[in-house]
């Protein structure tokens, strides 16, 4: 009976709240997307609050990577270069009314360098307030600092949004929206905040859900149900660019799909091995047929936006199956019965292990397995979860390993290549390769060099991954969202920072 | 009649929730153990499984995942884990979601009013098509009627419900654009996946009504009945409704398992946020206190639904005051 009478409440319930909706003056513009709102620590899912512009951090990025001042209104670095003041904006605002002091600033880096996350990457000794402003000192050089504290995890938070053992139990921040509604992990609502120090949004609210099949995001953008849909499949796309009331906007993201090497196996230590696998993928038809993007093949491990990494002049990466055939051969593979390579009574055989959360990367593992069986290399594929990658990293069990590396996880490049590329490898970078050239031209541009001296080093780490191959660019990532025409002014970010709400606005009928 | 062997109406109903109480707390001690059993064999690393929920794609490390692993405690021996949830449960705490970091149970209460939205208004919309329907064809085997729900029933169990739900948001959201195709946040967006859920079970519904109302005209006493010089109408509502109602609530209820399979599908194709939706995602991530919190869930709510369905036949049933 109670069922029956929670029921009639439910309706009832339903009824009233759609009402009060109507009464709204406009309902919220709707985004529909894949990621789930897992954590509200910024040390977590920190990005998903950053996009919606709820939350904000002392640095901030333009769509082409140039810091910009976010919440500290300018930085500077003492002539030692091991001390930063950043002086904070005036008029800015938790979405609890208080104002941001420099202590709070303090407390929310401080926690956060308790927690994995990029921060760590940086030479800290102290963190104080002085004054007003933040006063960051290091151990050694790092001009690094401010790109750092553009990320996520260092969202500055409010002081009651901390548990006392740290954790976060409410986002409240200082963005140009504020959390409304929150129902973890699928939907949340946000409205604009009227304090906010930049200039006021045109859009009141903005709704999102995380919808898990791409085929049901397809559809709702199809109907006019969602206005901005994310992690549209390449054959959706293609569909819901005929509806004429829907457009298809796209950005090249600093993403690449690649594939991780264990360079100590025995099959894959020779570079000619690796170069061999390269020659062997057929990146323009493989583009072609599954991203329907056949610019997007990739001939070196930046893409062209990336300007100041990608290098026009070295050579590019080819398809050429029969010099493939030919370097296996001189590394002594010989055809066995079956068409696999053998040598020493072994067969040439590799497990890919890949994953579907970005549901391009399942069939691109096929096709790469396909393409390698034709010069007698068998790929078994593994489809499981991200985690696996790292996991068999660590514990040395995996040989091919395909993700797609964000190279944008905070506005500087250099960051995530320390990561990847340093003499120990990274779990989504290198295995068990390291090129003394690589790591010293890494620190030197982590160390402020001059641009020549910056032009320089980034060739030869561009060079040296381009010729030893530690890992095997596939593709270059074309980021699309279906947006309403009822829009306008919707530009997407390459950082994948922010979905930049503040620029957008409902056209005049 | 002998005193003794009357027994009340009362006392059965004690009986039966008797009977189920045990069985209640059986269920939750093997779905405890099973599923505690069960996630420790899955493959990969639990740690590293949660710290790419927590964290995602982009920032999986294994920096992160020894962070996870601390936290949780996930280098104690399994056995130890295992004392420490249950004693926990036991106390009422079903612990924080180890990807969302919300309490299990805030996170249960909100599932399971979605589910519980959704399932009740699948049956109702099974049941206000179903019954009549199967009522009907039952006396009228081998009519017109009769002809199509057979085929309605075998085409709604051969069509998947993932592939049925597809069809229903193509028709009405994309063409017709009449009702949302996802979501729970908005008015109308009940409408299709209660469509696609009750669909299979009208059906089945209607077939088993059907088979009941043919076996109970058939029988001597509704024949005697007639032959008595009552009318049919009188004879069916006296002597007709509530031994068909027995034996249909009876398998009914054995096919509201079909719901709860049902939700988990139907749930993640509509995004409908409840216990279906959570539970898979909550295997995805390893998310463990959710699971374990899932399926007992799950697990309750079969229990009570065949104690709701016992009491309901208990109360229908003519010789229930009866031994």
């Known amino acids: 009976m109670s069922f029956t009478f929670n029921s009639v409440r439910i309706a009832a ?50 769509t082409k990577s140039v810091l910009r001042p976010g919440l500290a209104e300018s930085w500077k670095v003492s002539a030692d270069k091991l001390s930063w003041r950043f002086v904070l904006r ?262 890919l292990r890949t994953f579907p959360d970005r549901p391009e990367l399942p069939p691109i593992a096929t096709a790469i397995q396909d393409q390698l069986r034709k010069v007698g290399i068998a790929v078994r594929v593994s489809i499981g979860n991200s985690s696996e990658i790292p996991a068999g990293h660590r514990d040395g069990t995996l040989e091919l390993g395909m993700g797609a590396r964000n190279f944008a996880l905070v506005p500087d490049p250099l960051v995530t290549l320390i990561d990847d590329y340093g003499d120990k490898g990274g779990d989504w970078g290198a ?11 890494l620190q030197r541009l982590a160390v402020d060099p001059t641009d020549n001296e910056a032009r320089a080093h980034r060739a030869q780490v561009v060079t040296q991954l381009q010729s030893e191959l530690p890992v095997l660019p596939i593709a270059w990532y074309r980021q699309s969202a279906a947006v309403t025409r009822k829009l306008e002014g919707v530009v997407l970010d390459p950082l994948e920072r922010s979905y930049l709400l503040t620029e957008m606005r409902w056209r005049k009928p | 009649m002998i005193a003794s062997s009357v027994i009340t109406m009362g006392a059965l109903s004690r009986r039966i929730a008797g009977q189920r109480l045990v069985q209640f707390v059986l269920v939750t001690l093997v779905v405890c153990s099973l599923c505690f059993l069960i996630v420790q064999q899955l493959p990969g690393d639990v740690a590293f499984r949660i710290a790419a929920g927590r964290y995602g794609y982009d920032y999986v490390t294994a920096d992160a995942a020894e962070a996870v692993r601390r936290e949780l405690g996930l280098d104690l021996p399994a056995w130890q884990q295992f004392v420490r949830w249950v004693g926990r449960t036991l106390s009422g705490d079903f612990g924080v979601s180890l990807v969302t970091g919300v309490g299990v149970a805030t996170e249960l209460g909100e599932h399971l009013r979605n589910t519980f939205e959704l399932a009740l208004s699948s049956l109702f919309l099974a049941m206000l098509v179903g019954l009549p329907v199967g009522v009907l064809s039952g006396l009228r085997p081998g009519g017109g009627l009769d002809r199509l729900t057979l085929a ?47 669909a299979g079970l009208a ?114 049933d003519p010789r229930g005051r009866r031994e």
């Open chain 1, 13 to 62: 319930l339903a009824v009233c709240s759609s009402i009060a909706m109507l009464a709204q003056a406009a309902p919220p513009l709707k985004i529909v997307g894949p990621w789930e709102i897992h954590s509200i620590d910024p040390a977590g899912n920190g990005v998903f609050f950053t996009r919606l512009q709820v939350a904000e951090s002392l640095v901030d990025a333009d």
């Open chain 2, 152 to 198: 309605w029933t075998v085409a709604a169990r051969a069509l998947p419900a993932f592939m049925f739900g597809l069809l229903l948001i193509l028709v009405f959201s994309v063409h017709l654009e009449w009702f949302p195709v996802a979501g729970n946040e908005e008015g109308g967006t009940l409408l299709l996946p209660t469509i696609t859920l009750a």
């Open chain 1, 90 to 351: 005036k008029n800015a605002f938790f979405h609890d009314g208080s104002p941001l002091t420099a202590q709070d600033v303090v407390r929310s880096l401080e926690i956060a360098r308790k927690k994995p996350g990029v921060i760590k990457t940086a030479p800290i000794k102290q963190i104080s307030a002085q004054k007003g402003d933040v006063i960051v000192e290091l151990t050694k050089p790092f001009a690094l600092l401010p790109a750092l504290l553009a990320h996520a995890s260092t969202q500055i938070l409010a002081p009651a949004s901390y548990a006392a053992d740290g954790n976060v139990k409410q986002v409240i921040a200082t963005g140009p929206y504020r959390i409304s509604q929150l129902a973890q992990p699928q939907s949340i609502l946000v409205e604009r905040f009227d304090k906010w120090w930049g200039k006021a949004p045109d859009i009141d609210a903005v709704s999102y859900l995380s919808v898990s099949r791409a085929e049901s995001r397809a559809l709702m953008a199809e109907s006019g149900q969602a206005d901005i849909t994310f992690g549209l499949d390449p054959v959706s796309v293609g569909r819901v660019r005929q509806k004429g009331s829907v457009q298809i906007v796209s950005v090249t993201l600093p993403r690449t799909i690649l594939v991780k090497f264990n360079a100590a196996h025995a099959a894959l230590k020779d570079v000619d091995a690796r170069r061999a696998i390269s020659l062997a993928i057929d990146r323009a038809g493989l583009t072609k047929a599954l991203l329907r993007d056949p610019e997007m093949a990739a001939t070196q491990l930046f893409p062209p936006t990336m300007a100041d990494w990608h290098r026009s002049d070295i050579p590019p990466l080819k398809h050429d199956p029969k010099q493939a055939v030919q370097l296996l051969a001189a590394l002594g593979w010989k055809p066995g019965s079956d068409g696999v390579l053998m040598r020493d009574g072994k067969p040439f055989e590799l497990t």
């Open chain 2, 203 to 316: 059906g089945l519904m209607a077939r088993i009504v059907r088979d009941n109302v043919i076996q109970v005209t058939a029988s001597e006493y509704y024949r005697f009945a007639l032959y008595k010089g009552l009318s049919p109408a009188s004879v069916f509502f006296r002597h007709g409704l509530r031994n068909i109602g027995v034996t249909s609530i009876t398998y009914a209820g054995m096919q509201l398992i079909l719901l709860l399979e049902g939700v988990v599908v139907v749930e993640s194709l509509f995004a409908w946020p409840g216990l279906g939706h959570a539970l898979v995602h909550s295997v995805f991530w390893r998310d463990v206190p959710m699971i374990q919190g899932c399926a007992l869930m799950m697990a309750w709510l079969f229990v009570g639904m065949n104690t709701v369905t016992d009491l309901a036949c208990l109360a229908i």
């Open chain 1, 431 to 441: 295995m068990n390769w390291s090129s003394p050239v690589v790591t010293t031209a």
